[in-house]
């Protein structure tokens, strides 16, 4: 099982969406609040895009050497149709400072010294602490999970409802199956119908890219036919 920390380090790094909550920038509209690119730095620090005009910018610029608070809120969105498809939060909070001279005129670069981790998936909730979050690495399959997952769920949807034979008689009758979630550790499937309820299909092994996912998809698949 990922910890908290790589969790929400993945989802730092996925195309999740995302917002900062400014302390006294709350009547913010959303939209005016959400970062055009996201990154980690060597610290666990985190790197937060904006225009100018943002009023996080105008918040972080006018603190000056004040500790200006501030929260990155992720949202996880299941990137295939299923029925609850928020599949977690995560919470990053810290204190937040303009870095004059790293972007583009007419954008400005955040850094968000972090102070506290929390998020709540599908693994359950957690915490950790900053040193956690800074050693913590994302899940190799971070970046193609969402094509992995669709791909799945519209060329291989005959072979994900055949995962129901592992489970014997917990799936009832006419469920349908959709592939809700992947990481290294194994494959989580979504079944509704009379009930919904999730699954994990775990590998033999942990795969540390697109090649040994392959090759434990099949033997996953082999597993279910046989």
Known sequence: MPSAAERTRTLVQSTCSAVLLV???????SDQLVPLTRSTGPDGELYLLFPAASPAVRAAT?????????????????????PHRIRGRAWVSGWLTSVPGMAAPGRMMLRLEVGEVYVDDLWGHGSAEPEEFAG?????????????????????????????????????????????ALDRFGLRVRFTGARCFDARFDFP??????TGLRRAMHTLFDAAGG
């Open 205 to 210: 092994e942990p795969v540390s890219d697109v």
């Open 136 to 180: 913590a690495d994302p899940d190799p399959l971070v970046a193609h999970e969402t094509e992995l997952l669709q791909h799945l769920h519209s060329a291989h949807g005959e072979q994900v409802s055949g995962l129901s034979g592992l489970l014997g008689d917990r799936v009832p009758d006419g469920s349908a199956a959709v592939p809700l």
């Open 62 to 82: 006018h603190a000056q050497d004040d500790e200006l608070a501030a929260v990155l809120e992720i949202t996880d969105v299941a990137p295939v149709s299923v």
């Open 23 to 29: 302390t006294g920038v709350e009547a913010a509209l």
